[in-house]
C-alpha cells in the first residue's frame, strides 16, 4: 500500500485518527520520500484528499518541522485558497517551519498577515505564532514585525489576549518589552479571572 492511500480519505474513514497514525510514522521513521509523496497531493483535484494531505503534513510538522519545511511554499500559496480548512491547515503548518523558513515567511509577511485580518481563530493563531517565531529569528525581521504583532494585541478579543500575548512572548526582549508590558496592562481589566491568571503570569516572568 502506498503511503497516499493511507489517508483517511482512501480508508473510507471519516475521523482524523487514520491521518494522524500515518503523521507519526512519518515522522518517526523519518521517511521523507512518504513526506513527499503526500505532499504532492496537496494540490489534488479532490477536496478531501487535499485536506487529508494537509493534515498528515502538519501533524508530522508536529513531531518533526525539518521533515515538512521543504513545502513551505506550497504552504504560503494555500493561503489563497478558496477551501477554508486548507488556509487554516495551511497557516498552522507554516507555525511549525516557521524557525526553520523565518526568511521566506518575513519575505511573505504582507500575505500572512492579510490572511490573518481576514481569517478565523485557527487560522490568526497559527498566523500570530509564526509571525512571532519569524521574528525571534532576527532582529530585523523583529523590527519589521512588532507594530503588526503589538497592534493586534491591542485589537484582538479580550478572551483572545492570554493566547495571543503568549505566543508574542518568544519574539519579546529590550527593544519591544516596553510597549508589550503596557498592552497587556491595559487589557487586563476586561480579562475574566482566569484569563486575567494567564496575563499576569507572563507579566511576571518579564518583571
Sequence with gaps: MSVIERIAFYRGIRDEVPNQELARELAESKDGEGVKEIAEHLWDKNANVRSDCLK??????YIDPDLIAPYSADFLKLLVSKQNRLVWGAMIALSCVA????EELFESRDLICKTIDQGSVITQDGGIKSLALVAAADKRYQKELTPYLMNFLRKCRPSDVPRHAEFVQVCVDDLNKEEYVAILQQRLPDASPSQATRIKKILKKLA
Design 56 to 61: 498528515v503534513l502538519y501533524e508530522t510538522g
Design 99 to 102: 524557525p526553520l523558513k523565518a
